[in-house]
């Protein structure tokens, strides 16, 4: 049976880095077996690496994340034929002070290979919605930036960088907890019939993704997708499309990026075009958006 441990409420939650890295791996290079002390988060930049937990394998491709907790048993491993490059993050989800407490003392290789004695599964209460279980295996892909940033604020060390990793990181979680609601968490049996093409607009937000393309990625005639869709999300896929591609213009911009940029990453050849279909869907330029910090100005 599986053990599923609560890390309590969300807004409660007080984690601490503890070691973050981008290594580059050589093929065949591997990770235990072994047991950690902390909870690891291994986000694969290119190449690939298999995850051996429980009675689980796992592959882990570029985008996606493999995760555990404390004295866990589990190894990881480049595949033979290629390098890897991976982005390893150590934290606690709840330690009152941000220091990080570096992990590698504390951990032991074991001698047991797979298949390892089941570790538990972890879960956090999120306030309106219910337990969120973070599984051993994900895909986030656009967690990659703020993982670049958690890794350079530990290498700079400079004043105060334990409380910047501390925001970062709940950054991280809570994008990841959104993340896992739209898209992983159990639906209701309509939406998952429809889950495969939110991943498709969640991930690939600039992509200009035809009905045909969502259709068969959910296995479904375009004209039965289109009518299941509107009936579960209450907007048309195109609708919906617009809205994850506005979402991540707004994120862009308030990260400072320029406008010009903004709109290469979310596939408009034009940036007019892209200013103009901002404006019309916001009610603002992006100009002005950045400007009042994506608040309203009529209520300033």
Request: proline residues 7%.
């Amino acid at each position: 049976m599986e053990q599923i441990r609560s890390l309590g409420p969300m807004s409660m939650l007080l984690p601490a880095v503890n070691y973050a890295n981008m290594h580059i791996a050589s093929p065949g290079v591997s990770y235990g077996p072994r047991t950690i002390p902390d909870h690891q988060f291994v986000f694969v930049v290119s190449g690939c690496m298999d995850l051996s937990i429980g009675d689980g394998e796992y592959e882990i491709h570029p985008g996606e994340f493999a995760y555990y907790g404390p004295d866990t048993p589990h190894k990881l491993s480049i595949r033979a034929d290629r390098p890897a490059t991976f982005i390893s993050v150590h934290f606690d989800w709840h330690r009152m002070s941000s220091e990080p407490m570096h992990p590698g003392p504390r951990i032991k290789n074991i001698q047991k290979g797979p298949p390892f004695e089941a570790g538990p599964s972890w879960e956090i209460e999120v306030e309106g919605y219910g337990g969120i279980r973070i599984p051993f295996r994900f895909r986030y892909m656009e967690a990659e930036r703020i993982l670049h940033r958690i890794v350079q604020e530990y290498k700079e060390a400079e004043h105060g960088y334990s409380l910047v990793l501390r925001g970062l990181l709940m950054q991280l979680i809570t994008d990841i907890v959104r993340h896992e609601i739209d898209v992983s968490a159990p639906y209701p049996s309509k939406q998952t019939m429809i889950s495969n093409a939110l991943q498709m607009i969640q991930e690939h937000p600039q992509q200009a993704w035809s009905i045909s393309q969502l259709a068969k990625s959910c296995g479904y005639h375009p004209n039965y997708f289109s009518h299941l869709f509107k009936e579960v999300m209450g907007i048309s896929p195109k609708s919906y499309m617009i809205q994850k591609r506005m979402q991540w213009a707004k994120k862009l911009l308030l990260e400072e990026e320029k406008i010009e940029v903004v709109a290469s990453k979310l596939g408009y050849t034009s940036i007019h075009y892209f200013s103009r279909h901002f404006k019309s869907i916001t009610g603002m330029a992006p100009s002005t958006y950045r400007l009042y910090g994506g608040e309203d100005h009529n209520k300033l």
